[in-house]
């Protein structure tokens, strides 16, 4: 875990389980999103630059933001679906999904609630909505097909700002030599090997990751959910224009809520379970 000087634990390199089939598991999920990224845009395509990198990248789950009007799953194009259906589906990926959930759990157990929580309210208000996984907490994941996932410097300023998302490495690539994520805001460079999972609060830290050799696959998994979908329930399953409107008002005030919202993260010394 990296632990702040208040002994917050604001990250953790969760590794990956102590499981003979893990690295089966992680080969499979580069073969499926080769494939997808192949059916997308066929052989020789590479996808298009974005504010996060030059590779292709597919997302699905419940999402709210942006300006849409209620929480909505997506993709919603035909083919974008059939696509995100097929690795739902692929027990390899959930697997990596469940892993990435737990690690949060252990290491962020009251966060994880709030996750949950959430997560289970809309899902009971709106049963047009449907959960990526069933043993994760994240309402989102974004598949980064690669076959060169290599991220520019970026926050995803759309994601719950005193959250964490759950990342999962992916590919055939020498983790002392590239593939490094970078957290920018506290000057770390850290080694992140194929079929590894991380937790960052990645609304709050610009992160990146060095560039890996030519020839060089690296691919990513990433799980996280929008905080406008805790607003979304908070505001009693309204917007907030509408709760305004409505003489709504919190029982807290915004800086109450932020520190609120960071009492959430552990402190190492009440994860002593977890030390020798």
Same mark, same amino acid.
């Given at each position: /875990?990296?632990?702040?000087?208040? @002994? $917050? $634990?604001?990250a953790v390199l969760a590794g990956s389980p102590n499981d003979s089939g893990w690295p089966a598991a992680m080969e499979d999920i580069c073969s499926t999103l080769d494939r997808a990224r192949l059916e997308l845009l066929g052989p020789d395509g590479r996808g298009a630059e974005h504010r996060r990198g030059f590779f292709l990248t597919l997302a699905c789950g419940i *999402?709210? @933001?942006? +300006?849409?009007k209620v929480p909505t799953n997506s993709p919603r194009l035909p083919k974008e679906k059939s696509l995100t259906d097929t690795l739902l589906a692929n027990y390899s990926i959930q697997r990596v999904a +469940?892993? @990435?959930s737990a690690a949060f759990r252990l290491f962020a157990p009251k966060l994880h609630e709030y996750y949950s929580d959430t997560l289970n309210a809309l899902e009971a208000r709106h049963p047009r909505l449907k959960r990526n996984f069933k043993n994760s907490v994240f309402a989102r994941i974004t598949f980064n097909l690669g076959p060169r996932t290599v991220t520019y410097v970026h926050i995803d300023q759309n994601n719950l700002p005193a959250g964490l998302c759950a990342i999962t490495a992916l590919g055939d690539f020498n983790p002392e030599l590239g593939g490094h994520l970078i957290l920018w805001d506290v000057g770390l460079i850290i080694?992140? /090997? /194929? +079929?590894a999972t991380m937790l960052i609060p990645s609304a709050l830290l610009h992160h990146s990751n060095a560039a890996i050799r030519p020839g060089e696959k690296r691919y990513s998994l990433t799980q996280y959910s929008a905080g406008g979908l805790f607003r979304w329930v908070e505001c009693g399953f309204k917007t907030k224009k509408d709760f305004d409107a409505e003489g709504g008002s919190f029982k807290l005030s @915004? *800086?109450?809520?932020w520190a609120e919202g960071l009492r959430l993260y552990s402190k190492w010394a009440d994860l002593n379970f977890l030390r020798p």
């Open positions: /875990p990296l632990i702040d000087k208040d @002994g $917050v $634990v604001f *999402s709210y @933001g942006g +300006g849409q +469940g892993f @990435g080694e992140f /090997p /194929p +079929g @915004g *800086s109450e809520r």
